[in-house]
Nanobody
Framework: QVQLVESGGGLVQPGGSLRLSCAAS????????MNWYRQAPGKQRELVAA???????NYADSVKGRFTISRDNAKNTAYLQMNSLKAEDTAVYYC???????????WGQGTQVTVSS
């Protein structure tokens, strides 16, 4: 059973930083595109950042210049470094893995990020 486990969420003041981690197990991590989504209360889940198997990255306009996605294939882990956090970044953040060949995808359980003074 593939597992994605997010960690690193929490409460942070506006302007602060957090780093989310997504530890994957029971998959060939390097064969998966890795994505971070978020869902705020009453809103649809949205794609925040993506990193492909070749480490090409893509970001939502709302986080460009503030968030950085990365991956460490040796550790089977993807990261989301979040800087200059705003109240509107408050959401549950989910890790998503998509097999680059088959399209099979998996989700983590989510981690809460709250930006508030």
């Amino acid at each position: 059973q593939v597992q994605l486990v997010e960690s690193g969420g929490g409460l942070v003041q506006p302007g602060g930083s957090l780093r989310l981690s997504c530890a994957a197990s029971r998959l060939f991590f390097s064969m998966y595109h890795m994505n971070w989504y978020r869902q705020a209360p009453g809103k649809q889940r949205e794609l925040v950042a993506a990193i492909g198997t070749s480490s090409l990255t893509n970001y939502a306009d709302s986080v460009k210049g503030r968030f950085t996605i990365s991956r460490d294939n040796a550790k089977n882990t993807a990261y989301l470094q979040m800087n200059s956090l705003k109240a509107e970044d408050t959401a549950v953040y989910y890790c998503n893995a998509i097999n680059a060949r088959t399209g099979d995808d998996y989700w983590g359980q989510g981690t809460q990020v709250t930006v508030s003074s």
